[in-house]
Every structure is written in C-alpha cells, then in structure tokens.
C-alpha cells in the first residue's frame, strides 16, 4: 500500500512507518513543517520514500495528521485523520475542527482524547501507541532526575515546567529534548538523537512525567520499556499508561517530590519498580500489537474506498 503522511511527529511516525507499506512524505526545499521529509534524528526504514508533494502520485490511502492537510489531498483518497493532542480551550466542550464530516475517521492514540474531543457524527477509533523498544536499559548509576519534552519553556505550565525547580531541589534534573537550551537551573540537552537520548535518560535514577495536559508522551513509555521507574502527575492518560504498582502517580506534587526523594535513597526500590514498568510497557505499548491494529484500520478504509 502506498500511503502519504507529513512528518509531523517523529516519534510516532518511527513507529508507524515500521510497517510493511511504502510510505511517500512530502519534502521541500526549506524542510520546513510542510517539508521535513525523512527524519535526521530518528532511524526509518528505506520504505519512507522523501519526494515533493506534487511528485507523489499512485496513493492508496492518506494519514492526515492537521486540518490543512485535507486540502492537499487528493480527491477520492481515502484518508485517516491521526489525533495527537488533547482538545484546547472550551474543555470539556472542544469540538474537534474534523467534527460531523462524513468522508474521514478521526484515530485518537488515547482513549482520553477520544472521551475529551467532541467529534460529532464523525466515526473514530482508538490505536493506542506502540513504540520501537529501545536498545538501551536502565542502569540509574547516576543520583539525577530526567525528564524528556519539547519547548518546555514556550509550553510552560502544559509541560508543568514551572514544577522543575521542585524536582531540582532532590536531585540534579537533566532536560532534553527539543528548545530545552534556555531552561535555567537544570542541564539541558537539546534535540539529540533518539539513540544517544535514550542512553543517557537510562543513566539517571528515575523519568519524570510533569506534564499537566497532554496526551500521552511517548517518552514516558520509551523510559518504562528501557525499565525505568517512573513518576507522573495523575493525569489525562498517564493513569491509564502506569499501573499502582508499575510507578508513582499523584496529582500531589508533594508526593512526587517525596517518591523522587525515596528513589534517589533507594536504588533497589528504583530497580524493583523499572522492571515492572518494563513488563507493562512491554505488553501494552509493543510494536507488533501497534501496527497490526493500524493494518486493520488500513484495510478496512481503503476496502470501504473501492
């Protein structure tokens, strides 16, 4: 199946596009958001073919992952509009943009999101994330606190960036990701690759999720793959994502701020609870479970096309 999609998300899409189709992403000059062709700092498959948009022809099926996308589709088809993201604004009244329309299926990666977005007559569905497993494995020989997001200080309070300081005062807090550089008072590491962030999120003792609102981040479940213990506010579907006994979760600051504490005093309580979060993430976040649940939904939209 040939299938067009933006690189819009880069995780996500890595594991996407380990599927068994060819997958056609639009590239431009400038590698700007409706450009960026294959990733640099992720590892795809020689499938993910990099051409300019008006090139890319002989399309089975769309992934649409913004509502300006629709108009660059071409007619008849069939296409699959991916939601990311929690709703903004009037929640829990947001409609989605894509709401009562008759001719896409809206694929929520949380079942939060398809609880929380009101789309209207439109049908949807839930995939929930899968993820490549990472190579590297939790060691946490470093007394440090890791955290991995994007534009926490533009996001500020969403990405709960004005709970750092909290962490910070248990233990030295490494940040990466991407427009981490201007943080003050923790070590940032901005936008390394996927491998090299991985080996150093495994070396410190614990992941912290601090996210407020968001939907679920794929670096949480890379973190609890890797065996990492983890600590996450109880919110949107991080509840659902870390079992009691796979992590601690608490919509209390002050309790996280104590597990952190207890987890840099106790290294073997740290390993005890990695390895469980290991065994869930595993089992729920796989790869294989993950694209054969996108090769149904593949299928049935490009049949119902015909």
Same mark, same amino acid.
């Given at each position: 199946?040939?299938?067009?999609?933006? /690189?819009?998300?880069?995780?996500?899409?890595?594991?996407?596009?380990?599927?068994?189709?060819?997958y056609l992403v639009p590239v431009n000059t400038e590698r700007d958001a409706w450009g960026r062709g294959r990733a640099q700092t992720f590892d795809w498959p020689d499938t993910v073919e990099?051409?300019?948009?008006?090139?890319?022809?002989?399309?089975?099926?769309?992934?649409?992952?913004?509502?300006?996308?629709? =108009?660059?589709?071409?007619? /008849?088809?069939?296409?699959?509009?991916?939601? /990311?993201?929690?709703?903004? *604004? =009037?929640?829990?009244?947001?409609?989605?943009?894509?709401?009562?329309? =008759? =001719?896409?299926?809206?694929?929520?990666?949380?079942?939060?999101?398809?609880?929380?977005?009101?789309?209207?007559?439109?049908?949807?569905?839930?995939?929930?994330?899968?993820?490549?497993e990472p190579k590297a494995r939790w060691t946490g020989e470093l007394e440090r606190l890791a955290i991995v997001t994007n534009e926490p200080v533009r996001r500020g309070r969403v990405t *709960?960036?004005?709970?750092?300081?909290?962490?910070?005062?248990?233990?030295?807090?490494?940040?990466?990701?991407?427009?981490?550089?201007?943080?003050?008072?923790?070590?940032?590491?901005? #936008?390394?690759?996927?491998?090299?962030?991985?080996?150093?999120?495994?070396?410190?003792?614990?992941?912290?999720?601090?996210?407020?609102?968001?939907?679920?981040?794929?670096?949480?479940?890379?973190?609890?793959?890797? *065996?990492?213990?983890?600590?996450?506010?109880?919110?949107?579907?991080?509840?659902?994502?870390?079992?009691?006994?796979?992590?601690?979760?608490?919509?209390?600051?002050?309790?996280?701020?104590?597990?952190?504490?207890?987890?840099?005093?106790?290294? #073997?309580?740290?390993?005890?609870? *990695?390895?469980?979060?290991r065994q869930v993430a595993l089992a729920r976040y796989g790869l294989d479970r993950f694209l054969a649940d996108w090769d149904r939904l593949l299928e049935e939209e490009t049949c119902a096309?015909?």
């Amino acid at each position: 199946m040939n299938i067009l999609l933006w /690189h819009v998300h880069g995780s996500w899409t890595t594991s996407f596009v380990q599927g068994k189709h060819r997958y056609l992403v639009p590239v431009n000059t400038e590698r700007d958001a409706w450009g960026r062709g294959r990733a640099q700092t992720f590892d795809w498959p020689d499938t993910v073919e990099e051409l300019p948009l008006q090139e890319i022809k002989d399309i089975d099926l769309a992934i649409a992952q913004r509502p300006e996308e629709l =108009d660059l589709i071409p007619p /008849h088809v069939p296409v699959i509009y991916v939601e /990311h993201n929690t709703p903004k *604004g =009037d929640v829990p009244n947001s409609r989605h943009p894509l709401a009562d329309r =008759d =001719d896409v299926i809206i694929a929520h990666v949380t079942h939060f999101n398809e609880l929380f977005w009101d789309c209207g007559a439109t049908r949807t569905t839930v995939i929930e994330h899968g993820i490549v497993e990472p190579k590297a494995r939790w060691t946490g020989e470093l007394e440090r606190l890791a955290i991995v997001t994007n534009e926490p200080v533009r996001r500020g309070r969403v990405t *709960g960036t004005d709970l750092f300081p909290r962490f910070a005062a248990v233990a030295p807090l490494d940040v990466l990701g991407m427009g981490v550089a201007d943080l003050e008072n923790v070590t940032a590491f901005d #936008d390394p690759p996927q491998h090299e962030m991985h080996t150093e999120v495994a070396k410190r003792r614990a992941y912290l999720h601090l996210c407020r609102w968001t939907s679920l981040g794929l670096s949480l479940i890379e973190a609890m793959q890797m *065996g990492m213990p983890v600590l996450a506010l109880a919110t949107t579907e991080a509840v659902a994502a870390i079992p009691p006994d796979a992590g601690v979760l608490s919509t209390r600051v002050g309790t996280l701020v104590d597990a952190a504490q207890w987890l840099i005093d106790e290294p #073997d309580a740290a390993a005890r609870l *990695g390895e469980r979060a290991r065994q869930v993430a595993l089992a729920r976040y796989g790869l294989d479970r993950f694209l054969a649940d996108w090769d149904r939904l593949l299928e049935e939209e490009t049949c119902a096309s015909r």
